[in-house]
């Protein structure tokens, strides 16, 4: 897993997360999650790569818990179990990729 917290002052908006995941050859899409709502344990055949716009995200990969802010990014191998669940009281928005392995 790979976690890059997003260093400058200012976060891109949803426009701009989507261009920084196209320039790498990807077809990002947006997810909203609600407030509290949990994604249970899963994996993919794929690579996840989820950049968060709005809201927190609170991850559990493999046991290690880690919380994601706007402008936050998460790649998640292929074939790993993870779950999350959304924090705080606004919803969090994700623009999310898949890279092929």
């Not at 716009?53 to 998460?74: H, T």
Request: glycine share 4%; hydrophobic share 35%; net charge negative.
């Amino acid at each position: 897993m790979l976690i890059t917290r997003w260093q400058a002052p200012l976060t891109p908006n949803r426009t701009q997360a989507m261009i920084i995941l196209e320039s790498e050859g990807l077809e990002p899409c947006e997810e909203v999650y609600e407030p509290k709502k949990k994604i249970q344990e899963h994996r993919h055949p794929f690579c996840e790569v989820r950049l968060i716009v709005e809201g927190e995200l609170l991850f559990n990969i493999s046991g290690n818990q880690f919380l994601l802010r706007p402008g936050d990014r998460v790649e998640i191998p292929a074939n790993t179990k993870h779950s999350h669940i959304a924090q705080g009281d606004q919803p969090c928005v994700c623009i999310c990729a898949q890279r092929a392995i």
